[in-house]
């Protein structure tokens, strides 16, 4: 885990201790600031997940369907 991560859930330990349940306003901008963080971070550092991996030759193909769930 690195300095930044660390930052960020202190961000959101204080911004819920301080800010939400002794009702200080600045703390809990902070903790939502940090929480929008973590999730924009989460939604832009995702990879997609490789199902199925084969290299084609030449004149060879590929179809690709989707049947729908019975």
Not at 19 to 40: D, N, Q, T
Not at 48 to 67: D, M, N
């Amino acid at each position: 885990m690195n300095w930044l991560d660390r930052a960020v859930r202190a961000a959101l330990r204080l911004g819920w201790q301080r800010g939400v349940m002794e009702g200080r306003r600045g703390w809990a901008v902070i903790g939502g600031l940090a929480l929008l963080g973590y999730l924009g971070r989460r939604a832009m550092h995702r990879e997609a997940q490789v199902i199925f991996s084969e290299v084609l030759q030449p004149g060879e193909s590929l179809r690709i369907s989707h049947e729908p769930a019975h």
